[in-house]
């Protein structure tokens, strides 16, 4: 019998900072092209998930494997298929966008002559074409945010591993992140997306899981976790996510 290969997985993961259990049994697994929401509130340990599976952390007990290759044990050979964007990135303040781009096309050992129409491409799409010789420090916030997924999607990825990639994002740039990540899905890229914008999610992805205290409470199609709390037609993906954080709370 052949077993199925999951793009990701996350299986019996715990992880404690201290005294604090940020994870606390999470299990998740995902298959290749899916585009998977993962929502949770402030604290829950989303952020920690994808650290994790980004081999930035280890994990306290448990594994994370992406293509069934462990990222703990395998984490060079694992890595290999991610593009990850970072919550909070320390960019290079002193390199250009450019010059960011092409550290991160090396460093993955791409060839720069490879890529670069790649690079022109999504700095033309996210309207950065003509601030390719700006300083990584002088962009804002939203400008950065697209520098960054760009560098995920750059370096054509198998996985992609994105902490609120669309955090002060404008409307259209977050359009077309939408549209990229569809485009990507249709060829077999997996995205996981860790986001706090409902409607986003709602939108976007094929799937979505709840995480809260470190465990997965509900997962699903936008569809069903909708029709898991109300029989209403027209009810809203963020109708659902709080009722079934509430009944986390309440225990039930
Ligand atoms: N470096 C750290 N040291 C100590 N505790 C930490 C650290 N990083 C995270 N935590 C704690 O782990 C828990 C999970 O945090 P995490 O950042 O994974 O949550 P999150 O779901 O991403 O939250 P948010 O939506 O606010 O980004 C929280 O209680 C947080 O305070």
């Known amino acids: ?11 019996d993961l715990y992880k404690s900072y201290g005294d604090t259990w940020a994870l606390n049994g999470l299990t998740m697994r995902i298959g290749p092209g899916e585009i998977y929401g993962l929502l949770g509130p402030n604290g829950a340990g989303k952020t920690t998930t994808l650290k994790i599976l980004a081999g930035l952390l280890k994990p306290s007990r448990g594994y994370a494997r992406i293509y069934g290759v462990e990222v703990s044990s395998r984490r060079v050979e694992a890595l290999r298929l991610v593009g990850y964007v970072p919550e909070n990135p320390v960019v290079f303040q002193n390199l250009t966008v450019e010059e960011f781009l092409r550290f991160v096309a090396a460093l993955r050992g791409l060839d720069w002559r490879e890529v670069s129409g790649d690079a022109e491409y999504y700095l033309e799409v996210f309207g950065l074409a003509g601030r390719k ?53 249709s060829k077999g890229v997996t995205s996981l997306i860790s986001s706090h914008q409902l409607d986003s999610v709602e939108r976007l992805c094929t799937r979505v899981g709840i995480i809260y205290k470190g465990r997965l409470i509900a997962e699903g199609t936008v569809e069903e976790l909708k029709s898991r709390v109300s029989e209403k037609p027209g009810s809203t993906l963020e109708e659902a996510f709080l009722k079934i954080v509430k009944s986390g709370e309440s225990g039930g």
Do not use: I
């Open 1 to 11: 019998m052949s077993q199925q290969v999951y793009a990701v997985e996350a299986v």
């Open 133 to 185: 010789d700006s300083f990584m420090g002088e962009l804002s916030r939203g400008m950065v945010q697209k520098v960054l997924v760009s560098a995920a999607f750059l370096v054509r990825p198998k996985v992609l591993l994105m902490d609120e990639p669309t955090a002060g994002m404008d409307p259209e740039s977050q359009h077309v992140f939408k549209e990229e990540v569809r485009r990507l899905s």
